[in-house]
């Protein structure tokens, strides 16, 4: 019997009661309201890819508005493509060569007629430059102008215009720094640990936190290698690193008429490498007074540059709720969704309106809080080591059933995550009434979202969202660091999850043997039998246990060692890609991964176990077998990603220390280092800087010991 998810209503916690499933953006009309003297647009071009460009076409059909595409090489097959109205061609995959080059872009806006540009995230979205050819071509931007995309982009200059708006300011040296001993200097002066990174960074990208002046040296040079590979900036400025913070962001809309709004805010503290990872709104942080202090001195800066459109000041609050700037993004950010959720705000469409010269068509006394909305990003990448992953999605299913889901994607089954962009699958996100709710709501989405062909980080994410600590709201930018120490090594099973995924297990190898009996045994043959005593091996563990089949969808397991035996029932189709069922009257989802023979791969709670169900007398056999040789890669230096050979720090023949770099390969826009496995002579050096690497190519060898 397939588990169903009753439908939920939602209490909003104010303006009464809304069922969130028919809770809807606040409409916007395609043409000026009456007495405006400005009308929207007739045709406007996305100049980005992926989820975001999807997002934005979504609103512009809704308003009826035109849409042109812009795509590489490599993208000609994208789903943002196939959702446009038209699309030109910009350069091959690199987004140097496409992307990012504005001459290309302007050429698809002459030639396709567009009147105005959506820059979505990254790529071109807070490049000056392009603002600027933008107004000379009297196109319209949804973004600010460029004089605020200027000053907001560069992190100096806009802790000097928030410090002069009376905002509050992270300590640090409001300059650039020039080398790596300067850069030593100012964190000796500044004090241990300082934060280093680019000034017209964003999304985490050029950031290092430095504790000593080792590492400080060390971020100097990594810092200034990614800002000049993704922004064409290599300049880096210095502050304190703020330990154990919050990382809280307003969403702000403002208008050419003076008047600006805050959404409120977004909790993003659960972060990797700098980049969020989990995000919800609102925060559970935040009283009404710190929100309303936070939210003024947002909309204060915002005045100071004469911002316009969507845009977003970041902040981090210490354990005593004193908040600093950090930042501000003149884009729309990742995460909007949540702030749409809670607000029924469509931030895309406001972004339009302003852009065509007209004023908000809300206030701040309009602005509420409709329940609590959590953000998920899905990542094509490898959760134990945050490196990334290529591949094509063979099989993608997105959870869309769960109530109060929303998918923000810009893929579909059979489509290919590249090394050369972004390795974001999707943002999924949940709404409900209360936080607990949505995060319930979150972990049967994620159990239930299947994604074939790249490793992703769904196992992760499920397990954060189970943690006590998590729950409990009790988190800061270190909680990924804090809580896995090690590394995420998947999700820690209890005894009765274990009691529960031998279940499940037995039930599939059941429904396997007894589907296999039936089209063996035509009719009026001999009768359908099985095998009630069962081992299943899970993680190495044997745990043998007894089946007895009540019929077709319901079977009681009882394991060795326990007196009260476990009722399972479901309905399995073999090759589905979801198992729902009900163990002793509690819903499990899981995933049947792969299967060969005996042994079975099963996604239960996010994490891929390993899995085998034998009889009884066939287990005894195959224990009696001898293990498998592991294969010796200690002598290997390999890349754990495809991408491509940034620098080889060594040389034949050289003996290098274990832990000391050897090579730095960038993938996905993130420049990771290789360290050497042991200590030893370096033998061979397989590729040169600037190779394209694939996954698990063998970069470096050492003499064997």
């Excluded at 040296?173 to 850069?183: L, R, S």
């Excluded at 962009?421 to 049967?444: F, G, Q, S």
């Excluded at 600590?469 to 804090?482: K, S, W």
Aim: overall charge negative; hydrophobic content about 40%; some cysteine.
């Amino acid at each position: 019997m397939a588990l169903r998810i009753a439908a939920q209503l939602a209490r909003a916690t104010r303006g009464g009661v809304t069922p969130f499933a028919s809770a809807a953006l606040r409409p916007l009309s395609t043409t000026a309201a009456q007495g405006d003297d400005v009308k929207l647009f007739d045709k406007l071009l996305v100049a980005n890819r992926g989820e975001i460009a999807c997002r934005v076409m979504k609103t512009c059909k809704r308003l009826g508005i035109k849409t042109v595409a812009v795509h590489s090489e490599a993208d000609a097959n994208a789903l943002h493509v196939r959702t446009a109205d038209e699309s030109f061609c910009i350069g091959p995959a690199p987004s140097v060569d496409s992307y990012l080059r504005i001459d290309r872009i302007m050429e698809a806006i002459a030639e396709s007629g567009a009147q105005a540009v959506h820059p979505g995230y990254g790529f071109l979205s807070e490049n000056r430059e392009f603002a600027s050819e933008l107004e000379k071509a009297n196109v319209a931007f949804l973004g600010p102008g460029s004089h605020a995309i200027e000053v907001m982009g560069d992190k100096i200059e806009s802790k000097l215009t928030a410090e002069k708006a009376n905002v509050n300011i992270i300590p640090g040296f409001n300059g650039v720094v020039t080398d790596q001993d300067h850069c030593v200097k100012l964190a000796n002066e500044i004090g241990y640990p300082v934060m280093i990174k680019a000034t017209a960074g964003g999304g985490g990208m050029g950031m290092r936190i430095a504790h000593n002046d080792s590492e400080a040296r060390d971020g100097f040079r990594f810092s200034t290698e990614v800002a000049k590979n993704s922004f064409g900036d290599d300049r880096l400025l210095i502050e304190k690193f703020v330990e154990d913070p919050r990382h809280i962001e307003f969403q702000l809309l403002a208008d050419g008429h003076g008047n600006a709004v805050y959404l409120n805010e977004r909790e993003c503290s659960i972060q990797r490498r700098n980049q969020k990872v989990i995000e919800e709104a609102p925060s559970v942080c935040l009283d009404p007074e710190l929100r309303r202090a936070m939210g003024e001195q947002a909309i204060a800066l915002a005045h100071a540059v004469d911002y316009r459109s969507a845009g977003t000041i970041e902040f981090l609050v210490d354990k005593h709720k004193n908040f600093y700037f950090l930042e501000m993004n003149t884009r729309l950010q990742v995460e909007h969704p949540i702030t749409e959720c809670i607000t029924g705000v469509d931030i895309v469409e406001q972004m339009i309106r302003v852009a065509a010269g007209l004023p908000l068509n809300i206030t701040q006394d309009d602005v509420g809080i409709n329940g609590w909305a959590v953000e998920a990003r899905v990542y094509a990448e490898d959760p134990t080591v945050f490196l990334p992953s290529t591949g094509r999605l063979s099989t993608y299913r997105e959870p869309l059933h769960v109530p109060g889901v929303r998918c923000d994607s810009g893929i579909v089954e059979g489509s290919e995550v590249s090394m050369f962009y972004d390795p974001m699958i999707c943002k999924l996100v949940t709404h409900a009434a209360t936080r607990d709710e949505a995060l319930d709501n979150m972990a049967v989405a994620l159990d239930s979202y299947v994604i074939k062909g790249v490793t992703h980080n769904i196992p992760l994410i499920r397990d954060i969202i189970g943690q006590k600590r998590f729950r409990e709201g009790t988190i800061d930018t270190n909680y990924i660091p804090d809580t896995y120490p090690d590394g995420f090594k998947g999700y820690n099973m209890s005894d009765e999850d274990t009691r529960k995924l031998a279940a499940v297990s037995a039930f599939l190898h059941l429904s396997r043997e007894l589907q296999n009996q039936l089209f063996i045994n035509q009719p009026g043959t001999a009768p359908v039998m099985y095998t009630p005593d069962l081992v299943v091996t899970i993680g190495g563990e044997q745990h043998a246990l007894n089946v007895e089949v009540h019929d077709d969808d319901v079977i009681q397991v009882l394991l060795e060692g326990s007196e009260e035996p476990l009722l399972l029932t479901g309905t399995y189709q073999l090759g589905a890609p979801l198992f729902e069922c009900n163990v002793n009257s509690e819903e499990v989802i899981v995933q049947p991964v792969s299967r060969d023979g005996a042994t079975m791969q099963i996604r239960y709670c996010g994490t891929v176990f390993d899995v085998a169900v034998r009889s009884t007398l066939d287990q005894k056999f195959y224990d009696t077998l001898p293990p498998k040789a592991e294969v010796d890669t200690s002598a290997l230096v390999i890349t754990p990603m495809p991408g491509t050979l940034i620098s080889v720090a060594v040389e034949e023949g050289q003996e290098v220390l274990a832990g000391q770099e050897v090579a730095v390969v960038e993938a996905m826009k993130m420049q990771n280092q290789l360290m050497a496995p042991r200590s030893g002579k370096v033998l061979k050096i397989h590729h040169a800087p600037g190779s394209t690497l694939a996954l698990e190519d063998i970069i470096l060898e050492f003499e064997q010991e």
